[in-house]
């Protein structure tokens, strides 16, 4: 079939063929599933067994799950005739027929590369490579890139426009139909590769993120399903969003949490703090306050233990008791790991003694005498039992205290800064901040050490301060990250400064970075337009550039919110008016008033119909990682003033201005500066790139 979607007599035979194909797999993939059904657990030879053959069948079955709206293929590699001449068809998951040949082959499989990675200069063995149009599942077109000598050279790919440019409306959907050769190349990255992924909006590194997940999950089931695997997010509307890609690609393992999630473990998020205090708090210098202030508490022996048995009182000198408490100190272990074994070492001293008097006490004796009353209560003196909210919230109202850990770290206005002003009456009646738990997490950490996961994807990483990278970092000590960010779309007064101090802080100083400057989402006009902020908030990075040949719709009005949607709302796709925190009951006011039907991101009544409505509220605060078909931008001076400090003010806007796949309208009443002289200004220049392999 032609670009221009005519059809020779030829391609009509082959469309009703691979339609014949499509209908095939989907009747193989049922076929796969019924099997499934088919089998129990009544087979097992225990009730553990059987419960985790159970578990094992339901996951199997929520993998074989068809959506008839999906299609089971979106592309087909044909191999030249010194490679073997076979073809495979691409999909999403794979799917055999009755004699076990491969009727779909899975996209992160071997043989499935060189449809994301040839090109004409290296077919990789690919005589040709054909992508698929599709309406609500069914099989509309074809449309073939030859791969070898012969025929010109593939401007672009219209059916690959279609797909990326296809009107959204509901969560974040994959895009494994459409990974360019760059993104490929990170998803299949090794596993015990730490990867960052500095990516321009509408590079598609959320995307990049989550189908690497998916690549892990398939070439490391085991060892990945066993020790698991993290999606972090920024908030809980993100994880939302995100949350069908992974079912889609068959994949139902990883867990998703934010970083506040992950954190309270040792107490409940119950508090806000002004952005100065949180900026302290995630001040790496606080990891080596944390840890004085815990190993502070390991004391002095300044008497001998004394432990009476049988007839016999045996005496440990003060000299020795600190030998052996030294020794634990020097051997780097967990605080509580350090007190469960000083009873043991002092039980080793008094073993010698009675080796040295002629007994030859045992295992039974050295257990006993370790568990005996005075040398339990000895060692819990020098060593006393510490529990992470009582530590820091000693820190935070013992001034004397503070003042002796943070000696030289944190200056005298820092500490007073950290101290309550009103203290609670116990720890436990403590409300904690984000940052506050943050710091639980590392005082958990140091009494005793936090289990590693296999691989952690980690999203907007460059909103999370050095001790929130900590917290992630601990989590993967014996795995691997995928750390994914903007440092232009920092929004945070902690926020990371470069990728190599973040890397540092995760403890993966040899992680590698890419940066990802090529957008496919946003449209050329609405990109250049935002990246007027970039000298001003981002200078050291390279400017997106959009490959997509669509310029987009950029519109200016100063009219009101409801007169700024009507276009919008008019048009296929889902539409996302982004206001400033502090006028959000206004808009609502208006849209109501107005009548018009609408679900606001981040409200719990809503979380049901955000991103399944055709038109979004959305906080400017939590606009980060989303996207839709057709934006309003309202009141940008207001988005900018409604941050701690300009900077942070403008890489907000700049978060906002590039939300839109087709349309952009910005409603202002005045301009930032930063934006340059009047609405367009000559500064959007055409860009001349395409889009496809």
């Known amino acids: ?152 050279e593939q401007e672009h790919s219209a059916l690959l426009e279609a797909e990326i440019e296809r009107p959204r409306v509901g969560p974040m959907r994959d895009i494994v139909a459409t990974i360019q050769p760059e993104q490929d190349v990170l998803v299949r990255a090794d596993l015990s590769q730490t990867i960052v992924v500095q990516g321009a909006p509408g590079t598609g590194k959320t995307a990049v993120g989550l189908h690497r997940a998916a690549y892990l999950l398939y070439a490391h089931r085991d060892q990945l399903t066993r020790r698991g695997v993290l999606i972090i997010g920024p908030n809980a509307s993100f994880l939302r969003y995100i949350r069908d890609v992974l079912p889609a690609l068959g994949e139902i393992e990883a867990k998703q949490a934010t970083i506040a999630e992950l954190v309270a473990v040792n107490g409940a998020l119950r ?40 007839s ?43 080796e040295r008097s002629g007994d030859s006490p045992d295992d039974r004796v050295h257990d006993a005498v370790a568990r005996a009353k005075p040398v339990k209560d000895y ?56 940052a506050d738990l943050v710091l639980l997490d590392e005082i958990a950490d140091l009494l005793d050490r936090t289990p590693s996961v296999a691989h952690i994807v980690a999203d907007e990483a460059q909103d999370l301060s050095a001790m929130m ?70 200078p050291d990075l390279e400017p997106p550039v959009a490959v997509r040949r669509a310029r987009g719709d950029l519109t200016f009005t100063t009219s009101s919110v409801v007169a700024a949607l009507a276009e919008a709302l008019e048009r296929p796709g889902s539409v996302g008016l982004i206001a400033p925190d502090a006028s959000l009951p206004e808009v609502r006011a208006e849209l109501t008033e107005a009548g018009l039907a609408y679900a606001e991101i981040g409200v719990p009544a809503d979380e049901e119909t955000e991103f399944d409505a055709h038109l979004d509220l959305v906080p400017a605060s939590l606009a980060k990682g989303l996207e839709f078909d057709h934006v309003v931008v309202s009141d940008p001076t207001a988005i900018v003033a409604g941050e701690p400090d300009r900077g942070t003010g403008l890489r907000r806007l700049y978060v906002c201005l590039t939300r839109a796949v087709t349309s952009l309208v910005v409603r202002h009443d005045a301009l930032p500066e930063e934006l340059g002289p009047g609405e367009l200004g000559g500064v959007l220049e055409p860009v001349d790139a395409k889009v496809g392999t």
């Open 312 to 354: 016999r009182r045996w005496r440990v000198p003060s000299y020795e008791a600190r030998e052996a408490l030294e020794g634990l100190r020097a051997n780097d272990l967990r605080y509580a790991a350090g007190r469960a074994l000083l009873p043991r070492a002092l039980a080793h001293r008094v073993l010698v003694q009675m």
């Open 271 to 310: 508090a806000e703090e002004p952005a100065s205090v949180a900026t302290l708090k995630g001040d790496v210098r606080m990891a080596e306050v944390l840890r004085r202030a815990v190993w502070s508490h390991v004391g002095e022996p300044e008497e001998a233990l004394v432990i009476p048995r049988g």
């Open 1 to 152: 079939m032609s670009i221009d979607g005519t059809y020779s007599p030829d391609d009509l035979d082959d469309l009703d063929a691979e339609r014949a194909h499509l209908a095939a797999s989907r009747q193989d993939l049922a076929r796969m599933r019924q099997r499934v059904e088919s089998l129990d657990s009544s087979t097992a030879g225990n009730w553990v067994s059987a419960e985790i053959l159970d578990a094992t069948l339901a996951r199997r079955l929520e993998q074989l799950a068809d959506d008839p709206d999906v299609p089971h293929f979106f592309g087909r590699v044909d191999r030249a005739a010194a490679a073997g001449g076979e073809s495979f068809h691409i999909g999403r998951r794979h799917i055999s027929d009755s004699a076990g040949d491969p009727m779909v082959v899975d996209w992160r499989a071997p043989v499935s590369v060189p449809f994301y990675r040839a090109s004409r200069t290296e077919p990789m063995g690919l005589a040709r490579r054909r992508r698929y149009g599709f309406s609500h599942g069914d099989l509309t077109g074809f449309e073939d890139e030859s791969l070898t000598g012969g025929g010109p």
């Open 379 to 434: 060692a819990a003196a020098l060593w006393p039992d510490l529990k992470p909210a009582k530590v820091l919230f000693r820190l935070f109202t013992d001034a004397t205290w503070l003042a002796e850990v943070a000696d030289g770290l944190l200056s005298e206005a820092e500490q007073e800064t950290l101290l309550w002003a009103k203290p609670p009456r116990s720890a436990g009646a403590a409300r904690w901040s984000l």
């Open 469 to 538: 990278l900590r917290a992630l970092g601990r989590r993967s000590t014996t795995g691997s990250l995928t750390i994914l960010g903007d440092l232009a779309q920092a929004t945070t007064p902690w926020a990371s400064s470069s990728w190599t101090d973040a890397l540092a802080h995760l403890g993966k100083p040899d992680g590698h970075v890419e940066q990802l400057t090529r957008g496919f989402r946003v449209p050329a006009d609405v990109i250049a337009y935002a990246a007027r902020l970039l000298p001003h908030i981002a």
